[in-house]
DNA sequence: GCGGCCGGAGTTGTATACGATCCGTAGTCC
DNA sequence: GGACTACGGATCGTATACAACTCCGGCCGC
């Protein structure tokens, strides 16, 4: 694999990816460069599901020593995005279809959870409600411009601050591991659903529950997500993704053939 | 803390802590030997929350280097047991009232799908049902004899078994976590809930899932799980784990003593 | 007397070094 | 010719060594 995620380069500058932690006091040690370098580069399928994960080669890569990276794999194991067996190595979790869809039933169960306590707690009204709305407002914008990544992005903004509104701290994350074994699934994939689809999904979303009409949100998020799923065409995933890590790594050699 | 694991002498010799992995492939690396030992240490109130865990004590004590102890830290952080920041050290995770409630909201959404998926699987009868009823059974002998521990063992495995029969190994994963966390919160303290209460409890959970009778198994479940914190008395517990500790810690230095 | 500086002890973060284990390969024996 | 074994490279697991940082207590200047 070939992340290349040094200092001045964080690997997400593209808003995928979220800190673990909310604390922005947290200094960022190399463990979290491993983190979001290693996530980077299965979300941009340089790492598809089932590769085997060198310590040494991302070490080396990023120019640090095996002892982060070791640390880093550990916390991704228990997050379940990689898997591992002593003396015989780590590797990106491979993915079946059976897998995205415990995912999403565990998904759908905490987003239900987080909207009925979000109601509960009054927060579908008001300016709780109006941070909602303008991720939904994000979320048309992209559409609009046919731009897939802001879409997958604005999607998962939307759903992540629906748990928030929770006010639930564990809820929020474990949600984020969820969400982030998601994003390493589905990768940068183009969606092969409709968009406006997408869009009239989450302003039925919104609308239910603005009114707190909870059943019907149940139904709708339970809808909202299977769809999303059902759209996947695993093959064509893998496929795309194998052709895009090929691209890059003969644009590397080229690159690094150039420069010596 | 004076855990004191060493190799003929597994942490959860109990039977309260469960292996991460299912997988009895996996070789009981170092890693796994720190985690159980904290873990266990926290349950059985040698750590407190709050209480600051030091890599090179239990380095000293599990007679190995810092490394595997740090890569167990990280595991047990990015699951929710301990807190850490960068040159400051890991922390056991402080506990609130507040933290209890959200895991527990957490912990009822997930058993709530599992029942639901596991109805759906038609896991309500049968071989599957029977496996819930001997958990159940375990339960009530273990209140006969008025076994605290085993209760408390007991209940762990009924909930643990009907989150299994979802057959969604994401689901089960979290809830693991989950369940690792309110160990360590709950610990040993004997429940000031009558025992009978619990026994009968479950029993109505048993009867509404049997028969598939989805709305009253949510019900039975939030009303168990809120009714089980209610019964508990925080300040009580506090001070009766730091009253143990400070036992275990005068027997300790007087065996030390004994021994110079 | 009091507040800021500073220095050392203690702890964590990282790098390097070494032994343990797995796996592919070649060689040998039947 | 096939299967078993020995071996070597590659990689992981662990130990040790050093650097960076935090915190606390004393010291100095005011």
């Given at each position: 694999?070939?992340?290349?995620?040094?200092?001045?380069?964080?690997?997400?500058?593209?808003?995928?990816?979220?800190?673990?932690?909310?604390?922005?006091?947290?200094?960022?040690?190399?463990?979290?460069?491993?983190?979001?370098?290693?996530?980077?580069?299965?979300?941009?399928?340089?790492?598809?599901?089932?590769?085997?994960?060198?310590?040494?080669?991302?070490?080396?890569?990023?120019?640090?020593?095996?002892?982060?990276?070791?640390?880093?794999?550990?916390?991704?194991?228990?997050?379940?995005?990689?898997?591992?067996?002593?003396?015989?190595?780590?590797?990106?979790?491979?993915?079946?279809?059976?897998?995205?869809?415990?995912?999403?039933e565990v998904r759908?169960?905490?987003?239900?959870?987080?909207?009925?306590?979000?109601?509960?707690?009054?927060?579908?009204?008001?300016?709780?409600?109006?941070?909602?709305?303008?991720?939904?407002?994000?979320?048309?914008?992209?559409?609009?411009?046919?731009?897939?990544?802001?879409?997958?992005?604005?999607?998962?903004?939307?759903?992540?601050?629906?748990?928030?509104?929770?006010?639930?701290?564990?809820?929020?994350?474990?949600?984020?591991?969820?969400?982030?074994?998601?994003?390493?699934?589905?990768?940068?994939?183009?969606?092969?659903?409709?968009?406006?689809?997408?869009?009239?999904?989450?302003?039925?979303?919104?609308?239910?529950?603005?009114?707190?009409?909870?059943?019907?949100?149940?139904?709708?998020?339970?809808?909202?997500?299977?769809?999303?799923?059902?759209?996947?065409?695993?093959?064509?995933?893998?496929?795309?993704?194998?052709?895009?890590?090929?691209?890059?790594?003969a644009a590397d050699?080229?690159?690094?053939?150039?420069?010596?």
């Open positions: 694999m070939n992340t290349r995620v040094r200092d001045g380069e964080p690997a997400d500058s593209q808003g995928l990816n979220v800190p673990l932690t909310r604390k922005p006091a947290r200094r960022r040690t190399l463990v979290d460069q491993v983190v979001d370098a290693i996530v980077a580069g299965a979300a941009r399928g340089v790492i598809l599901p089932g590769d085997r994960i060198v310590e040494t080669e991302i070490a080396q890569e990023l120019s640090m020593s095996r002892v982060p990276v070791r640390e880093a794999l550990r916390l991704l194991e228990s997050q379940g995005l990689v898997v591992s067996s002593p003396y015989k190595g780590v590797r990106l979790n491979p993915v079946t279809r059976a897998r995205l869809d415990q995912l999403s759908v169960a905490l987003e239900k959870a987080a909207a009925r306590r979000a109601v509960m707690l009054g927060r579908n009204k008001g300016s709780a409600l109006g941070a909602l709305e303008r991720k939904t407002e994000e979320l048309e914008r992209m559409a609009a411009r046919q731009d897939t990544y802001g879409i997958a992005s604005a999607d998962a903004a939307f759903h992540r601050e629906l748990c928030r509104l929770s006010e639930n701290d564990v809820l929020c994350a474990v949600w984020e591991t969820l969400a982030r074994q998601l994003t390493v699934i589905v990768g940068l994939s183009t969606l092969s659903k409709p968009m406006d689809g997408i869009v009239a999904e989450h302003r039925a979303l919104l609308s239910a529950f603005s009114r707190g009409r909870l059943p019907e949100l149940d139904r709708a998020l339970e809808e909202h997500i299977r769809t999303q799923n059902d759209a996947l065409d695993f093959e064509a995933i893998i496929a795309e993704r194998r052709a895009l890590r090929d691209r890059q790594q050699s080229q690159q690094r053939n150039g420069a010596a």
